[in-house]
Protein backbone atom coordinates (compact mmCIF):
# COMPACT_ATOMS: atom_id res chain seq x y z
CA UNK A 1 0.00 0.00 0.00
CA UNK A 2 0.84 3.69 -0.52
CA UNK A 3 1.98 5.84 2.00
CA UNK A 4 -1.45 7.80 1.86
CA UNK A 5 -3.51 4.56 1.76
CA UNK A 6 -2.03 3.75 5.26
CA UNK A 7 -2.63 6.84 6.85
CA UNK A 8 -6.45 6.42 5.00
CA UNK A 9 -6.66 3.48 6.58
CA UNK A 10 -5.57 3.96 10.29
CA UNK A 11 -7.87 7.59 10.00
CA UNK A 12 -11.19 4.57 9.02
CA UNK A 13 -9.61 2.42 11.75
CA UNK A 14 -9.62 5.28 14.80
CA UNK A 15 -6.66 6.27 15.27
CA UNK A 16 -6.40 9.44 16.69
CA UNK A 17 -3.49 10.60 15.63
CA UNK A 18 -3.88 9.75 11.10
CA UNK A 19 -5.25 13.28 10.95
CA UNK A 20 -1.74 14.51 12.01
CA UNK A 21 -0.29 12.28 10.31
CA UNK A 22 -1.87 13.16 6.76
CA UNK A 23 -1.61 17.38 7.51
CA UNK A 24 2.31 16.56 8.01
CA UNK A 25 2.63 15.11 5.19
CA UNK A 26 1.85 17.82 3.67
CA UNK A 27 3.69 20.45 5.65
CA UNK A 28 7.12 18.17 7.00
CA UNK A 29 7.54 16.30 4.17
CA UNK A 30 10.10 14.02 3.61
CA UNK A 31 12.12 12.57 0.40
CA UNK A 32 9.12 10.05 0.30
CA UNK A 33 5.41 10.58 -1.12
CA UNK A 34 2.19 10.35 -0.92
CA UNK A 35 2.40 8.00 -4.03
CA UNK A 36 5.49 5.76 -2.08
CA UNK A 37 4.95 2.16 -1.19
CA UNK A 38 5.79 0.43 2.16
CA UNK A 39 4.62 -2.73 3.47
CA UNK A 40 3.88 -1.41 7.03
CA UNK A 41 1.90 0.98 8.71
CA UNK A 42 4.97 1.83 11.23
CA UNK A 43 6.64 2.23 7.52
CA UNK A 44 4.22 4.82 6.55
CA UNK A 45 4.46 6.40 9.92
CA UNK A 46 8.54 6.45 9.62
CA UNK A 47 8.78 7.61 6.46
CA UNK A 48 5.61 9.72 5.50
CA UNK A 49 7.06 13.10 7.12
CA UNK A 50 9.69 14.48 8.76
CA UNK A 51 8.77 13.75 12.95
CA UNK A 52 11.18 16.82 13.67
CA UNK A 53 9.67 19.70 12.12
CA UNK A 54 6.11 18.15 12.75
CA UNK A 55 3.71 20.24 15.46
CA UNK A 56 3.83 16.92 17.29
CA UNK A 57 7.65 16.53 17.86
CA UNK A 58 9.94 14.07 17.78
CA UNK A 59 9.25 12.05 20.38
CA UNK A 60 5.17 11.99 19.86
CA UNK A 61 5.68 10.09 16.66
CA UNK A 62 8.54 7.92 17.95
CA UNK A 63 6.05 6.62 20.77
CA UNK A 64 3.24 6.42 17.93
CA UNK A 65 5.83 4.43 15.55
CA UNK A 66 7.08 1.89 18.59
CA UNK A 67 3.70 1.48 19.33
CA UNK A 68 2.30 0.25 15.62
CA UNK A 69 5.45 -1.82 15.28
CA UNK A 70 8.00 0.18 14.86
CA UNK A 71 10.39 -1.45 17.68
CA UNK A 72 10.48 -4.83 19.15
CA UNK A 73 11.23 -4.67 23.15
Known sequence: MTIKEFFEQAKSDGHEWADAAIVNM????KQFTWTNKVESISGAIFNGFSWRKSKEGFEYWDRIWDENGGRVR
Open 26 to 29: TECP
